[in-house]
C-alpha cells in the first residue's frame, strides 16, 4: 500500500519531489498528485496549500482515493518553546488545534475540533501520534545528525536538534511575541502551524496513523515573517530530509 506525503507550500513540496521518481501525475480537485517512489518505496505527493480545510480536504482524498495506508506530513513551522531555534525539528507526538473553541468573556474556552461543550462534549483536546509507530520513529532516528544551517539561513554554531512534544494548529499566521508567549504557557506547544491538526483529524476518522514533522522556520514573534520568508527555503529540505529517513520503516 502507498505512503501519503503531504507539504502546504512550494518551498517544501519541492524538496521531495526532486528526489522523487513520479511514476505518474494526475489532478483531483484541482490538486496535483504525483504517484512514484521515493528510495523504492511507494508514495503519493501533494500539497495541500496553506490551512485547516485545504490539509483536510487533501487528507481525505489521499485515504480514499489513494488508500494510502499512513500519511505524513512535514514542513516548516513556528517555534514557541523559547528553547528551540531556527532549524530545529518538532515531530508531534500529539496535535491540538489551538483556535477550536468557544468564546466567552472575551476568552476562548478551548474543546476538541468538531465538538461543542453543551452538545456533544468529550473530554479530549487534541490527537496522540500512535504509540507503536511514534516509538518506530524515535529510534529510527536516534543519533540522526543533521546538517547546521547557513548563516543566511539562521544557523547556529550548532546542528539543529530532533524533539517530540505538542505541535499546535489554527488557521492564523502567529506575528505576535504575547500570543506566542500564551499558546506556550497554556497548551506547553513547541511549535504552531496550520494544517496538522486537520490531518490527524482526518487520519482519526477514517483509521489510519500520521506523522507530522515540523523544521522551524521562525520563532512565531514580532519577526517571523521577515524570518519565513529569508529561512524557509533551507529550514524545509531538513524536514524533507527526515521524511526520507523514515519511509523505509513506515
Not at 461543542?116 to 462534549?121: K, T, Y
Not at 547557513?150 to 505538542?166: E, F, N
Not at 499566521?173 to 506547544?189: A, F, P, S
Request: aromatic share 4%; net charge negative; proline share 4%.
Amino acid at each position: 500500500m502507498t505512503i501519503g506525503l503531504l507539504c502546504a507550500i512550494p518551498e517544501e513540496l519541492e524538496h521531495l519531489r526532486a528526489v522523487m521518481n513520479t511514476v505518474s501525475t494526475r489532478e483531483s480537485a484541482r490538486i496535483r498528485f504525483d504517484e512514484g517512489f521515493l528510495d523504492g518505496h511507494r508514495v503519493v505527493l501533494a500539497g495541500t496549500g496553506m490551512g485547516k480545510v485545504n490539509a483536510a480536504v487533501v487528507t481525505t482524498l489521499l485515504a480514499e482515493t489513494f488508500g494510502c495506508r499512513v500519511i505524513v506530513f512535514s514542513g516548516v513551522a513556528g517555534g514557541l518553546d523559547p528553547a528551540l531555534h531556527i532549524g530545529d525539528v518538532v515531530i508531534a507526538d500529539r496535535i491540538v488545534q489551538h483556535d477550536a473553541g468557544r468564546i466567552e468573556n472575551d476568552a476562548l474556552l478551548r474543546y476538541q475540533a468538531g465538538h461543542v461543550s453543551f452538545i456533544n462534549p468529550t473530554d479530549a483536546l487534541g490527537y496522540s501520534m500512535d504509540a507503536e509507530l511514534l516509538a518506530t520513529v524515535q529510534d529510527t532516528l536516534a543519533g540522526v545528525a543533521l546538517p547546521p544551517l547557513s548563516t543566511s539561513a539562521g544557523g547556529r554554531d550548532r546542528p539543529p536538534r530532533i524533539v517530540y512534544g505538542t505541535i499546535l494548529t489554527g488557521d492564523q499566521y502567529v506575528h505576535c511575541e504575547i500570543t506566542r508567549q500564551r499558546l506556550q504557557r497554556e497548551l506547553d506547544g513547541r511549535a504552531v502551524e496550520m494544517e496538522g491538526g486537520a490531518v490527524a483529524q482526518v487520519c482519526e476518522t477514517v483509521g489510519i496513523p500520521w506523522v507530522v514533522i515540523r523544521a522551524l522556520s521562525d520563532l512565531a514573534g514580532h519577526d517571523s515573517a521577515l524570518d519565513f520568508a529569508a529561512f524557509a527555503a533551507e529550514v524545509a529540505a531538513i524536514s524533507a530530509h527526515l521524511v526520507r529517513r523514515i519511509v523505509p520503516v513506515l
